[in-house]
């Protein structure tokens, strides 16, 4: 198995503190650690550095490189110009294969997502180790909801596989595209529904002849740039899209497995979330001097050394940059990203 640990995105809804040249995965959020290193050191606990890579970019690299020293430079998978998941993806498996890795299975971690207990993590990497080698198809995580979430897709369990070092493993009867609302809420009622929770995990051979067979425009170039050809003029070859575009059809045509999350998985994508997560684990610590007169279930973040007062006021979160403040509602979090959309519109780059 070859865990590929994904660096790609900015993070636009913990603005303003994630930002372009220091995205979210890389800021010390927890502990004093990002959720790159925790992400990164999880997996030293079962992988040597040569078996771990990271697909990023070039504004990325050498934040990566500056956190974790010990990555081999040939193990960086760099993505000529961001074309959303699908090209990026692809370009993990062409770059194995290229590598020599074509029937070696590989996973992709996400580093702003949280995997506890780690042991739990490590066993699922094991089933589909074994499951991507003798199966064959698309493998894909999910997790059994409490209610139905709107916004998210969800994956309807079929037959039971089997179970491997205890966790379950499924056919996927059925995708459900995010926004169908009624259909969402009856799939999560009768139980059989799980919340696409990521986790791909295939050889390169095999994904790269899911891509032949369902997104040609993507294979060509990638089966090019294998061949000899210049990654950055065929990368540019490649539409723009998700993984979806692919994978929903696999999800269709029956040709895909989903394991059931063994362990608990959190999200941190929004200042919320990174709330809930700090109390809940009761790692609050504050660089900085809170006066709290009257006040209850805020989230502040201020420069190191700041003092800030809040009086009369609940559910907020209030995070200072020193060059932009952002004040806003707990459960409206979810809409900062709509900030940095009206900062590029209005072309302030200095901000982004």
Not at 23 to 28: I, R, S, V
Not at 81 to 92: F, I, K, S, W
Not at 233 to 261: C, F, N, R
Not at 297 to 324: E, R, S
Request: glycine share 8%.
């Amino acid at each position: 198995m070859k865990p590929i640990i994904i660096c790609g995105g900015v993070g636009t809804k913990m603005w303003p503190a994630s930002r372009r040249n220091c995205p979210k995965h890389f800021l010390p959020l927890i502990d004093g650690k990002s959720l790159f290193q925790i992400t990164y050191d999880s997996l030293r606990k079962k992988f040597e550095a040569k078996d771990i890579f990271v697909s990023t970019n070039a504004m990325q690299v050498n934040l990566v490189k500056e956190q974790e020293k010990d990555i081999p430079d040939d193990n960086f998978i760099l993505e000529p110009e961001m074309r959303n998941h699908g090209p990026a993806t692809g370009l993990v498996a062409a770059f194995l294969l290229k590598k020599g890795y074509g029937d070696e299975p590989f996973m992709l971690v996400q580093p702003d997502d949280l995997r506890e207990p780690e042991e739990k993590f490590f066993e699922m990497i094991d089933a589909c180790d074994v499951l991507a080698k003798q199966d064959g198809k698309y493998i894909t995580g999910g997790i059994k909801p409490d209610y139905a979430i709107m916004g998210i897709d969800y994956l309807i369990k079929g037959e039971k596989v089997e179970t491997k070092n205890g966790v379950n493993v499924y056919k996927v009867a059925k995708f459900v595209w995010r926004g169908a609302k009624e259909m969402v809420e009856e799939v999560v009622k009768d139980g059989q529904a799980l919340t696409h929770s990521n986790h791909t995990c295939m050889t390169p051979n095999n994904f790269l002849e899911m891509y032949k067979k369902y997104k040609i425009d993507w294979y060509e170039p990638l089966i090019n740039y294998i061949n000899g050809a210049d990654l950055v003029t065929e990368y540019a070859k490649m539409p723009k899209g998700p993984i979806e575009d692919v994978t929903q059809k696999v999800h269709e045509a029956g040709e895909s497995l989903v394991v059931e999350l063994p362990f608990e998985w959190t999200d941190i994508g929004t200042w919320e979330s990174i709330d809930l997560y700090l109390n809940k684990k009761k790692l609050i610590q504050k660089n900085f001097e809170e006066i709290n007169i009257e006040s209850e279930n805020n989230f502040t973040k201020m420069p190191d050394g700041k003092v800030v007062a809040v009086i009369g006021v609940k559910d907020l979160v209030v995070v200072d940059t020193g060059d932009a403040l952002l004040i806003c509602h707990k459960n409206m979090t979810g809409r900062v990203g709509e900030v940095v959309e009206k900062l590029m519109a209005e072309g302030k780059a200095e901000l982004l």
